[in-house]
């Protein structure tokens, strides 16, 4: 089942120029990292217990790529992520419920992360990520 909200991810044209923003606004800069099966760069800010997690895209072809090109250029909130403690397990319950899921088996995400996504048209337009520590 749920436990929190773990993040946020929003889409950035420029990692380096927003983590500097968001460092200005007074947050915490835990890490950057690149995800190559994903096609991104991250950068993991906390928030309280939550993060903010800043995605830029590093092939043109990449989710968040496409996310931008759709939002005229423009970044903005990707997703939101949910904290769960079975991946694997939150996967069938959500099927079982009639999810449509865009990944049907966990895979690695960032920082430590083991990640799924449920489609946004089973969730009301909205890309929800369910996520775990490894």
Do not use: W
Request: aromatic share 6%; net charge negative; with cysteine.
């Amino acid at each position: 089942m749920i436990k929190k909200i773990d993040h946020i991810g929003i889409a950035v044209t420029n990692l380096d120029e927003a983590v500097e923003t968001y460092k200005k606004l007074g947050m915490e800069l835990v890490g950057i990292e690149e995800v190559d099966d994903q096609k991104v760069r991250t950068a993991f800010f906390r928030v309280g217990e939550s993060y903010f997690e800043l995605l830029e895209a590093t092939d043109p072809r990449s989710a968040i790529a496409r996310y931008i090109d759709k939002n005229s250029g423009r970044g903005g909130i990707q997703h939101i992520a949910m904290q769960v403690d079975d991946v694997d397990a939150e996967i069938v319950r959500l099927k079982n419920e009639g999810f449509l899921l865009i990944d049907e088996q966990a895979r690695d995400g960032a920082h430590g992360n083991r990640i799924a996504f449920l489609h946004p048209k089973s969730t009301h337009g909205t890309l929800l990520e369910v996520c775990a520590k490894k």
